[in-house]
């Protein structure tokens, strides 16, 4: 069974760090990409970031270039995303998704979700 169990978030001030993870089991993690994406009320889902299979490319929302960070734990199956400089704007519960391979910005072609993290920057 595919699972995916997202931790780290909280409440931070504006300027503030936060370091998410997910942990996957399940499959083979090596094959998949693994992307974060958000959601805040009343607002449709974002992609933040992903990093493909194997690590072999990772990709950002344009609004967390710079801020944010993506790596990967493959001994431990476990992806991280690294927020920094964390803006009341990224306010939203975080999720972490896995698909075969390659990454993508569309959240339906994901086939696992996680129950995501609330994280809250208080301004």
């Known amino acids: 069974e595919v699972q995916l169990v997202e931790s780290g978030g909280g409440l931070v001030q504006a300027g503030g760090s936060l370091r998410l993870s997910c942990a996957a089991s399940g499959f083979t993690f090596d094959d998949y990409a693994i992307a974060w994406f958000r959601q805040a009320p009343g607002k449709e889902r974002e992609g933040v970031s992903c990093i493909s299979s194997s690590n072999v490319s990772t990709y950002y929302a344009d609004s967390v270039k710079g801020r944010f960070t993506i790596s990967s734990d493959n001994a431990k199956n476990t992806v991280y995303l690294q927020m920094n400089s964390l803006k009341p704007e990224d306010t939203a519960v975080y999720y972490c998704?896995?698909?075969?391979?390659?990454?993508?910005?569309?959240?339906?072609?994901?086939?696992?979700w996680g129950q995501g993290t609330q994280v809250t920057v208080s301004s």
């Open positions: 998704a896995a698909r075969y391979y390659y990454c993508s910005g569309y959240g339906h072609i994901y086939g696992s």
